[in-house]
T-cell receptor, first 114, second 111 residues
Framework: NAGVMQNPRHLVRRRGQEARLRCSPM?????VYWYRQLPEEGLKFMVY????????ESGMPKERFSAEFPKEGPSILRIQQVVRGDSAAYFC????????????FGQGTRLTVV | GESVGLHLPTLSVQEGDNSIINCAYS??????FIWYKQESGKGPQFIID?????DKRQGQRVTVLLNKTVKHLSLQIAATQPGDSAVYFC??????????FGAGTILRVKS
C-alpha cells in the first residue's frame, strides 16, 4: 500500500507563472489536507477536501490559490501568478476518516519562486 | 488566537540518554494532541497522540504527558538513538478540520 504521493518533489517557477502541485492520497482515503511550511517553521493549515468537495478552506489565501479533489485523479493545489513569498514546502496529508489522528503526510513539494 | 509553542528550539542529548521535548498550547477546546517527527527533506511522521481526557500515554520508547491545568504537553523519548535526530512538532486540533502545529524543536543526538 503506497503512502501519500506528492509530485513534483521540487518545483521552480518564475514570478508570474502558475504552479500545480499534485497529491495522490493513500488507497481508500477520501479526506485530503494541504499544509504549507516555511523554513524553520511549523506547518500551517490551508485547506481540507473530500472527494469533489472543499470542506474547509479557512487557511487558503483569498487570491491566486485554489484546490480541488476530483472524483478521479489526484488532489491539485494550484497557485497562479506566483510571487517569491509563495516559496515554501507544501505538504499533503490524507486520512480514512475525517480529521483522524491517523493522517499520513506525503514527502512534500518544495516550491521555489525565482 | 490559536497557537501552539515550544520552549526550546534545539535540544542536544547524548546517545542513550532520555529526551524531553516540551510544548505549550493555548486552546482549551482541542480534543487531541499529536507529536510528529520530521526528518530533513521528508514529511511529518506520526509518533503518538493523546486525547484531552487523558494525561499520559505510552508507546514504544515514547511517552506523551498532557497537563491541562497549565496547558502543557511533553514528549519523552527513552534511550535516545541517532535515528531520533529530527525536528519534532506538537500539534493540536482546536476545530474538527485542521491541526495547528507548533514551531518545532530540533533534537540532536550526539554519539
Amino acid at each position: 500500500n503506497a503512502g501519500v504521493m506528492q509530485n513534483p518533489r521540487h518545483l521552480v517557477r518564475r514570478r508570474g507563472q502558475e504552479a500545480r502541485l499534485r497529491c495522490s492520497p493513500m488507497k481508500g482515503h477520501s479526506h485530503v489536507y494541504w499544509y504549507r511550511q516555511l523554513p524553520e517553521e511549523g506547518l500551517k493549515f490551508m485547506v481540507y477536501l473530500q472527494k469533489e468537495n472543499i470542506i474547509d478552506e479557512s487557511g487558503m489565501p483569498k487570491e491566486r490559490f485554489s484546490a480541488e479533489f476530483p472524483k478521479e485523479g489526484p488532489s491539485i493545489l494550484r497557485i497562479q501568478q506566483v510571487v517569491r513569498g509563495d516559496s515554501a514546502a507544501y505538504f499533503c496529508a490524507s486520512s480514512l476518516y475525517p480529521m483522524s489522528t491517523e493522517a499520513f503526510f506525503g514527502q512534500g513539494t518544495r516550491l521555489t519562486v525565482v | 488566537g490559536e497557537s501552539v509553542g515550544l520552549h526550546l528550539p534545539t535540544l542536544s542529548v547524548q546517545e542513550g540518554d532520555n529526551s524531553i521535548i516540551n510544548c505549550a498550547y493555548s486552546n482549551s477546546a482541542s480534543d487531541y494532541f499529536i507529536w510528529y517527527k520530521q526528518e530533513s527533506g521528508k514529511g511529518p511522521q506520526f509518533i503518538i497522540d493523546i486525547r484531552s481526557n487523558m494525561d499520559k500515554r505510552q508507546g514504544q520508547r515514547v511517552t506523551v504527558l498532557l497537563n491541562k491545568t497549565v496547558k502543557h504537553l511533553s514528549l519523552q523519548i527513552a534511550a535516545t538513538q541517532p535515528g531520533d535526530s529530527a525536528v519534532y512538532f506538537c500539534a493540536e486540533n482546536p476545530s474538527g478540520n485542521k491541526l495547528v502545529f507548533g514551531a518545532g524543536t530540533i533534537l540532536r543526538v550526539k554519539s
